[in-house]
């Protein structure tokens, strides 16, 4: 599964990027208002720091804008993926998009129908939103699951992209689903590597080293 850092935060992704953690970028509005930075400076730096694909979301709703914005953002980098919200204009512009080439991910997908629309539509990504659906008591994974299976059964390209990853435990379940792609919030993909038994088992492994009084290097 490829880790996408959902943030225009540019030191998270330096600094996850470093790691050799990253396979991609995502960002959206909410992403570039918290940034406090202007759309098109901060998302240069992004492409500059990552290979991947760095999403950049469209502002406009009709298709018409969508295309010009989505020509404006391309040139930015050649690692650019358009972001288009699942509508009938969003499906409209995925299609014109990859059409000359150009990668597009379709966000806010809250349904395996909608997937199914965008996979048609020619998408590259598809953005089932986790987090949002388990905040209104459904169960996210359950529609993670629900794409798999409809993107295998007619063997669609189209990569399936985990968003709202709010927990761990959504980065685990989406692994085990086989989503290609989990985009994650920096503190959580930080918290991967954390657990209890490795922390004690480290110290132990320290205090006895020192008993033995030796060095190594
Ligand atoms: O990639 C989409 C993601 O940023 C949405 O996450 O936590 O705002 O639902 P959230």
């Given at each position: 599964m490829k880790f996408f850092v959902d943030t225009a935060d540019?030191?998270?992704?330096?600094?996850?990027?470093?790691?050799g953690l990253l396979d991609g970028v995502t960002t959206n509005p909410s992403l570039i208002l918290k940034s406090g930075r202007d759309i098109m400076e901060v998302t240069k730096e992004i492409c500059g720091i990552v290979d991947g694909p760095?999403?950049?979301?469209v502002a406009a709703t009709e298709y018409e804008q969508m295309m010009r914005e989505a020509d404006v953002l391309s040139k930015i980098a050649d690692n650019i993926c358009i972001k288009v919200p699942l509508t009938f204009?969003?499906?409209?512009?995925?299609?014109?998009i990859t059409g000359d080439g150009r990668m597009v991910n379709v966000t806010l997908c809250f349904s395996a129908n909608q997937a199914l629309l965008a996979a048609k539509a020619g998408a590259t990504f598809i953005s089932p939103f986790i987090g949002r659906i388990d905040d209104t008591g459904d169960d996210g994974m359950e529609l993670i699951a629900e794409i798999r299976t409809v993107y295998d059964n007619y063997d669609f390209a189209t990569e399936l992209l985990a968003a709202s990853i709010r927990?761990?435990?959504h980065v685990k379940q989406s692994a085990l689903i086989g989503a290609d792609v989990a985009t994650v919030p920096p503190a959580i993909l930080k918290q991967l590597v954390k657990h209890p038994l490795t922390d004690k088992g480290l110290d132990a492994f320290l205090a006895d080293w020192a008993k033995t009084g030796q060095k190594i290097a």
């Open positions: 540019t030191s998270e992704i330096s600094e996850l990027n470093a790691l760095v999403s950049a979301e204009d969003g499906l409209k512009a995925c299609k014109a927990t761990v435990n």
